[in-house]
């Protein structure tokens, strides 16, 4: 079955500190992947996705993430957190053999510290 | 201008009730999505029209029902409300099977009491 999974339920970071969100997946072929960012009262903002290519991918608001086939794992950094980035970020995957039903992880909460 | 507009924002009614969610979307997307978002913030995909032509029909209770009268708008019926349906839901679109992802309205919020 196809699953998407964020081992980490809540994470606390100091403002200024790198940060690290993980995700990993399980699909039958590598799927497409992505990043969503979700406020509180919003609703979600896509941060960035994958399709191929360069592993390494660009988003808005300072985030990258890495794709890793070895480890399925396509997790998010941001090298310095600001106190506005204190948000839900689910990760997301799918493929084109799903009729475009993308699989959501169970969201990572993301706590900045003064 | 929104991009994906959802309505009403919040929406509190009594059990037994039968109410509607309308979304827009100015995109030009082919499919529109209804996802839930339960109280511990995990999101489950409702349905997906691509066209107005329903494409995905997850197990959902029969007393929910889409309506898409074209590509831009997507609605959402629910007969017969149920304390279990509290959730936000959230109305989603994209181009095609979204491999660029998609655009999510900001949510309705519906409490049932």
């Known amino acids: 079955a196809q699953s998407v999974t964020q081992p980490d339920i809540h994470i606390t970071v100091s403002e200024g500190a790198s940060l690290e969100l993980r995700c990993n997946y399980s699909?039958?072929?590598?799927?497409?992947l992505f990043w969503y960012v979700q406020s509180p009262g919003q609703g979600l903002q896509l941060l960035l996705k994958?399709?191929?290519?360069?592993?390494l991918v660009q988003g808005i608001k300072g985030f990258e993430a890495e794709f890793k086939r070895s480890q399925s794992s396509f997790n998010l950094r941001k090298p310095s957190v600001h106190w506005s980035d204190a948000a839900e970020y689910f990760c997301?995957?799918?493929?084109?053999?799903?009729?475009?039903?993308?699989?959501f992880g169970d969201g990572t909460t993301l706590t900045v510290k003064p | 201008d929104t991009a994906v507009s959802q309505t009403p924002k919040y929406l509190v009614t009594q059990m037994g009730n039968d109410k509607s969610i309308k979304c827009e979307q100015n995109?030009?997307?082919?499919?529109m999505y209804w996802y839930k978002q339960d109280s511990k913030k995990f999101l489950k995909i409702m349905f997906s029209?691509?066209?107005?032509?329903?494409?995905i029909n997850e197990t959902v209770p029969n007393r929910f029902s889409p309506k898409s009268p074209d590509k831009a708008h997507l609605n959402l019926h629910i007969n017969s409300l149920e304390l279990g349906d509290s959730a936000v839901y959230f109305c989603?679109?994209?181009?095609?099977?979204?491999?660029?992802?998609?655009?999510f309205g900001s949510g309705t919020r519906l409490t049932v009491v």
């Open positions: 989603a679109s994209s181009q095609g099977s979204g491999a660029y992802g998609y655009t």
């Open positions: 699909y039958g072929a590598t799927p497409y």
């Open positions: 994958y399709f191929s290519g360069d592993t």
């Open positions: 997301a995957a799918t493929s084109n053999t799903n009729a475009g039903k993308s699989t």
């Open positions: 995109l030009g997307h082919d499919t």
């Open positions: 029209y691509n066209n107005k032509e329903l494409i």
